[in-house]
């Protein structure tokens, strides 16, 4: 692998909290997101329920520090991204290469679609100048910019991998030593476009949804923004707080099975578990726990699956799906997944897969339905499972 890269802060904000400690506590008291949608102007509203963040714009932008009139997917991308970087406290931090790779998959497609209606109806009445900053890679520099880093920025738009092909290509630019440090992870805001077509698939649960679980009927979209620092050996050896964890591999594959559905066999799924565990140097057996992607859907989870029974045949580590939290925060999902598995190796937590009645009688494995304290958590496999065959597999392992 070279030289590790460490993770030396962590953000989020999601359904379940504003910040880690929020989101721990909601984490162990077993507390889900889901909700009817408050914010999100929807003619879903009664029948679909969401994973918001429980906060109007106003106030995410108090929080973020940024004007209100911007899209959600940045102030809550700031809000996270701010967190990761007070938490890892790099006293030098102006004085080294840093770099900001954000995900997303709707940029401001919130305010693009408040805007299109009434300037359809009248061309006059609307400024084509106010939407000028609502593409993916907009957000970012929005956030770049608040954070004070001009090195190098990029954003990655992989759909539900989106985040974490961001914080692997962090770690390689370290690796690379292009740069010092990498704020990394992703962002996204609910949209009635992203809503609307998922609810087309066919795939929305108009209940909570019940990942891994034989009668799952869909998945429940969500938001939020989740962030990691990665730092060099060099950078970690000079920061007040040791950092606890690295990225030790990570693997990006893809089946080309199919648009928006995952190969039945987990083709993909498996090639990029087993290519971040090559890369790691670890066995299948060292894995501690799994966060699943384990979005609900019928395709997604017997997919999934399919790869864990065969990569990990003999040997199945504790597993959940924490998307029975947050919901499925798309592009996001990598970047918040990633955040409570460091938390697990920080804190030695397992995340109960809540709502599981039924499990899957085609697996021989049961995903955790209790919150654990105080497990011996070494290496954590996070997995990300995007449309058209992009899937992607971290392993976060104790320094």
């Given at each position: 692998?070279?030289?590790?890269?460490?993770?030396?802060?962590?953000?989020?904000?999601?359904?379940?909290?504003?910040?880690?400690?929020?989101?721990?506590?909601?984490?162990?008291?077993?507390?889900?997101?889901?909700?009817?949608?408050?914010?999100?102007?929807?003619?879903?509203?009664?029948?679909?329920?969401?994973?918001e963040?429980?906060?109007?714009?106003?106030?995410?932008?108090?929080?973020?520090?940024?004007?209100?009139?911007?899209?959600?997917t940045?102030?809550?991308?700031?809000?996270?991204?701010?967190?990761?970087?007070?938490?890892a406290?790099?006293?030098?931090?102006?004085?080294?290469r840093?770099?900001?790779?954000?995900?997303?998959?709707?940029?401001?497609?919130?305010?693009?679609?408040?805007?299109?209606?009434?300037?359809?109806?009248?061309?006059?009445?609307?400024?084509?100048?106010?939407?000028?900053?609502?593409?993916?890679?907009?957000?970012t520099?929005l956030?770049?910019?608040?954070?004070?880093?001009?090195?190098?920025?990029?954003?990655?738009?992989?759909?539900?991998?989106?985040?974490?092909?961001?914080?692997?290509?962090?770690?390689?630019?370290?690796?690379?030593?292009?740069?010092?440090?990498?704020?990394?992870?992703?962002?996204d805001?609910?949209?009635?476009?992203?809503?609307?077509?998922?609810?087309?698939?066919?795939?929305?649960?108009?209940?909570?949804?019940?990942?891994?679980?034989?009668?799952?009927?869909?998945?429940?979209?969500?938001?939020?923004?989740g962030?990691?620092?990665?730092?060099?050996?060099?950078?970690?050896g000079?920061?007040?707080?040791?950092?606890?964890?690295?990225?030790?591999?990570?693997?990006?594959?893809?089946?080309?099975?199919?648009?928006?559905?995952?190969?039945?066999?987990?083709?993909?799924?498996?090639?990029?578990?087993?290519?971040?565990?090559?890369?790691?140097?670890?066995?299948?057996?060292?894995?501690?726990?799994?966060?699943?992607?384990?979005?609900?859907?019928?395709?997604?989870d017997?997919?999934?699956?399919?790869?864990?029974?065969?990569?990990?045949?003999?040997?199945?580590?504790?597993?959940?799906?924490?998307?029975?939290?947050?919901?499925?925060?798309?592009?996001?999902?990598?970047?918040?997944?990633?955040?409570?598995?460091?938390?697990?190796?920080?804190?030695?937590?397992?995340?109960?897969?809540?709502?599981?009645?039924?499990?899957?009688k085609?697996?021989?494995?049961?995903?955790?339905?209790?919150?654990?304290?105080g497990?011996?958590?070494?290496?954590?496999?996070?997995?990300?499972?995007?449309?058209?065959?992009?899937?992607?597999?971290?392993?976060?392992?104790?320094?």
């Open positions: 692998m070279g030289s590790p890269v460490f993770i030396a802060g962590a953000g989020v904000i999601s359904a379940i909290g504003n910040n880690i400690a929020e989101n721990l506590a909601a984490l162990e008291n077993g507390v889900a997101g889901m909700s009817e949608m408050q914010y999100l102007r929807s003619a879903h509203r009664h029948k679909l329920p969401v994973a963040v429980k906060m109007s714009n106003a106030e995410l932008a108090e929080l973020a520090g940024m004007p209100a009139h911007i899209t959600r940045a102030l809550l991308s700031a809000i996270a991204a701010k967190e990761a970087l007070h938490h406290a790099i006293e030098n931090f102006d004085e080294l840093t770099g900001f790779i954000s995900a997303n998959t709707v940029g401001g497609m919130d305010k693009t679609e408040n805007f299109f209606p009434g300037f359809l109806n009248d061309p006059h009445k609307g400024r084509l100048r106010n939407i000028i900053h609502h593409e993916c890679g907009a957000v520099e956030v770049a910019d608040r954070l004070g880093i001009k090195n190098y920025i990029s954003t990655i738009s992989t759909a539900c991998s989106s985040s974490a092909n961001a914080i692997f290509f962090g770690a390689r630019l370290i690796r690379q030593n292009m740069l010092d440090v990498v704020i990394t992870g992703g962002t805001a609910l949209t009635r476009f992203t809503l609307n077509g998922f609810n087309t698939l066919m795939i929305v649960d108009q209940q909570h949804c019940q990942p891994f679980d034989e009668n799952r009927r869909g998945l429940n979209l969500g938001e939020g923004a962030y990691v620092v990665l730092v060099s050996e060099k950078v970690a000079s920061l007040k707080n040791t950092p606890v964890c690295v990225l030790s591999g990570y693997c990006n594959a893809n089946d080309a099975y199919h648009q928006t559905a995952s190969s039945p066999n987990g083709t993909g799924s498996y090639l990029a578990m087993k290519g971040a565990l090559q890369q790691s140097g670890l066995q299948s057996e060292q894995i501690d726990y799994i966060n699943l992607h384990g979005t609900g859907t019928q395709n997604n017997i997919a999934e699956g399919t790869a864990i029974k065969l990569l990990f045949e003999g040997h199945y580590p504790p597993m959940s799906s924490t998307k029975s939290f947050t919901g499925h925060t798309l592009g996001a999902s990598g970047g918040i997944e990633a955040v409570f598995s460091t938390l697990a190796i920080r804190h030695g937590l397992i995340y109960p897969n809540l709502r599981l009645e039924t499990p899957m085609a697996l021989p494995f049961i995903p955790e339905t209790h919150f654990k304290k497990a011996a958590i070494r290496h954590v496999l996070s997995n990300s499972f995007g449309f058209g065959g992009n899937c992607s597999s971290l392993i976060f392992s104790k320094a």
